[in-house]
């Protein structure tokens, strides 16, 4: 995978260091010709126009004066001539190469005044040259000019050198983009490596994985992102066994909650059946079947309502109720609950004090909550008192009973929790469904409910419903 990344990478880099020097070295070679040819052309011109308007104003010396002009441009290795209205040439009275003479293209040019001026042309005459024709206007017509001409070879071969540190530019950024390019292949595919191996640390159940992300690049925001989803995966993976022992801990005491019962209302009718039991423990019998028939039902009826709140299937149907009337019914339907740990049931709410929510589920909700604090509390009492706020209605149920473990205070509200069996000494309440449901009845109703509790000094729960 190195490699091939490696490759990858060199093959852009080349590619891309290819088509820039290439851009860059025609258009900067182009650049120095044209900058080369205009000075040459501007220095040529300035020359020439020069030498006209001195030829023009001191006829009388004119052969002297040429001749002087003749060394100065010899020694910048500038050659000129000067040719008349027919153009021929007047000057030097040399024979002069045939390259020098004005061709009939350029002498119509001319003819119109306009000066003349060549970058190189290496067919006329076997170099590199600038030529520079300028032509003496007399009435509107041609009446001579000059011509003047320049190698550019020195030039060139500047040009040509120039071009020559190119290259070896472009040689030391090929070799650095090779350097660069396995550097960062190795440097990547180490990264890669790291999240390879923590995928597959995690495919395989581990999720005690961290791929370093100290780097700030778009593979460090990766990084980031991977290893918080390693801890979702782990902090989930956590909470699926945690609910899975629960579950099955559940399913065990739902069965034994069943079993007895079951067993209870089997034994009890058999024996009624068969004539077994004293005609007069009969009655007696048929409450105990009657009791554990509703402790069953009850279990059911649990975990449907808690299923239906779970799918949003639970619809809930407000009115405002008299807190002291809800009060005086939960008092009444576990008074004999109270009663057999010896417990009493105080309420307290003003009369004309009253909370929009469903009938039912209030009733179900303070049902469940009383009934936690009878089991855990014996020779004692439970206090239901509901209490006007500005926003809400506060409704408080405390008892003086065994109390909550700290520990255990922020897992009574899951569903399979249920506490210490050891603390569990009575038939109801002790599913492990109840107060989970509370909480998302409480909730379903806008509201909020909160828990305090000291061990052996007893429980607190408020209930918080919006008035609007």
């Known amino acids: 995978m190195s490699n091939k990344y490696f490759y990858k990478l060199l093959s852009s880099h080349i590619m891309i260091l290819v088509l820039a020097f290439l851009l860059i070295g025609l258009l900067f070679s182009q650049f120095v010709k044209n900058y080369i040819f205009e000075n040459k052309v501007n220095e040529l011109s300035e020359y020439g126009e020069q030498i006209l308007l001195d030829v023009t104003l001191k006829s009388n010396d004119t052969e002297e004066l040429l001749r002087k002009y003749s060394q100065l441009l010899d020694a910048r290795k500038i050659q000129y001539i000067l040719f008349d209205g027919n153009a ?23 003819s119109t005044g306009e000066s003349i001026s060549i970058m190189h042309d290496i067919k006329r005459f076997d170099q590199e040259v ?125 069965s034994h909650e069943l079993r007895t019962p079951l067993t209870t209302i089997s034994g009890l009718a058999e024996g009624i059946k068969n004539e077994l039991i004293p005609e007069q423990e009969v009655e007696k019998g048929m409450t105990l079947i009657d009791r554990e028939a509703k402790r069953l039902i009850r279990l059911v009826n649990e975990n449907l309502d808690y299923e239906k709140i779970r799918s949003n299937q639970l619809h809930l149907y407000l009115i405002d109720i008299e807190v002291i009337e809800v009060f005086e019914v939960v008092s009444d339907q576990l008074l004999m609950q109270a009663e057999e740990k010896n417990n009493q049931i105080f309420i307290e709410a003003a009369d004309n004090l009253t909370v929009k929510a469903d009938y039912d589920r209030l009733v179900q909700i303070l049902v469940n909550i009383v009934k936690n604090s009878i089991q855990f509390t014996e020779n004692g009492w439970v206090s239901l008192r509901a209490i006007d706020q500005d926003e809400c209605i506060q409704i408080e149920i405390e008892d003086n009973g065994i109390g909550i473990d700290p520990k255990e205070v922020d897992w009574i509200w899951e569903r399979f929790y249920k506490a210490d069996s050891s603390r569990t000494n009575s038939y109801f309440g002790e599913f492990g469904i109840g107060l989970s449901i509370v909480k998302q009845l409480v909730e379903l109703h806008d509201g909020k409910i909160e828990v305090s509790s000291e061990p052996k000094k007893g429980t607190t729960f408020r209930l918080f419903f919006p008035k609007k």
């Open 88 to 110: 021929d040439i007047i000057y030097p009275n040399v024979l002069m190469d045939p390259s020098l003479r004005i061709s009939q293209a350029e002498w119509k040019q001319l």
């Open 130 to 254: 600038t030529l520079v024709a300028l032509p003496y206007m007399q009435g509107g017509k041609i009446s001579g000019g000059i011509l003047l001409l320049s190698p550019i070879s020195s030039s060139m071969q500047m040009i040509g050198q120039l071009n020559k540190y190119l290259f070896y530019t472009i040689c030391i950024s090929f070799t650095a983009a090779i350097l660069l390019s396995w550097f960062s292949s190795i440097n990547l595919s180490n990264r890669i490596r790291a999240f390879r191996k923590a995928t597959s640390m995690i495919s395989s159940g581990n999720y005690n994985v961290n791929v370093p992300d100290n780097k700030k690049d778009e593979l460090g925001h990766l990084a980031r992102d991977f290893n918080n989803m390693a801890n979702k995966l782990k902090e989930s993976n956590q909470e699926i066994e945690r609910l899975e022992n629960r579950r099955q801990k559940f399913l065990a005491d739902v």
